[in-house]
């Protein structure tokens, strides 16, 4: 009697992408002006998102002279609202590596996006010295976003460019701590000559970055893709079939 052994291949399905990929279906080219999905569809949401939350992380300091007089900051109140800035960066930078590995770079990035952005809408309202050296510190959250960047283009990029996309991505990225200080400066500018009080214009005008930090968390999630193959659940399932028919296969 003859046993006719059966094995079971699992073959990767090619993908349909503008950009040449390796094995791993990573792009092995960059190109920079490109919107081409997935690639770098997600290396444009990333430092784009990135840049927003610099922007709402380091709004504050183009107008101190003004958020200084209207809630009676002393120097000691402004630098403490700094380091708390910075620190709670520290400790979501922490906790973002394994968000990622959990959750994927898009459910983790678009997740602390919007978690931070209310404390950027709240710094409209902060009326004392302790309330806004609080959502300095919860916006400051913001900045673990570079976490993610990182980690998602090194799902999306090959080892010939993975460097580059890594460095344009968190570079554009840091951008926006120099950028905001020309945008708030405008923005305030801007509302002071539609009518505001200046004392009023610097807490409208905090509503710009949050609001461009909620949109850009939107877009992570309507738009983004976590793996050239698809999003973090559906790699996890097609995982877990594969190990299945391997399975089957060995018994």
């Known amino acids: 009697m003859e046993v006719q052994s059966t ?8 993908l349909k992408v ?8 990573k792009a092995t080219e960059f190109r920079l002006f490109s919107m081409a999905a997935p690639h770098m569809r997600s290396f444009h949401l990333s430092w784009i998102s990135f840049f927003c939350c610099f922007v709402s992380t380091f709004a504050a300091p183009p107008l101190l002279p003004i958020i200084r007089d209207n809630l009676n900051l002393t120097a000691t109140d402004i630098g403490n609202a700094g380091i708390a ?10 906790a973002m590596g394994t968000a990622c590995d959990l959750f994927g770079p898009r459910m983790a990035s678009a997740s602390l996006i919007l978690l931070t952005a209310p404390a ?5 309202i902060a009326s004392s010295p302790v309330s ?3 959502v300095r510190f919860f916006t400051g959250f913001s900045l673990a976003t570079f976490v993610s960047t990182q980690f998602w283009m090194s799902s999306m990029f090959s080892a010939p460019v993975v460097g580059t ?4 991505a968190s570079g554009w990225g840091n951008l926006g701590g120099g950028a905001t200080q ?9 509302i002071c000559y539609m009518g505001a009080v200046k004392f009023t214009a610097w807490r409208v005008s905090f509503l710009i970055p949050a609001l461009l930090q909620t949109l850009s968390g939107f877009a992570i999630l309507i738009y983004g893709q976590d793996f050239p193959d698809g999003n973090f659940s559906g790699i996890t399932e097609i995982w877990k079939q594969t190990e299945r028919q391997i399975l089957q296969g060995l018994l």
């Not at 950027?120 to 409209?124: D, E, F, P, Q």
């Open 7 to 14: 094995s079971t291949v699992v073959e990767s399905q090619p």
């Open 18 to 25: 503008a950009l040449p990929v390796d094995s791993e279906h």
């Open 85 to 94: 800035s910075v620190t709670g960066a520290v400790f979501a930078r922490i």
């Open 120 to 124: 950027v809408y709240l710094t409209s």
């Open 132 to 134: 806004f050296l609080l």
């Open 165 to 168: 996309a890594n460095g344009v």
């Open 182 to 190: 020309l945008i708030m400066p405008l923005v305030f500018a801007t």
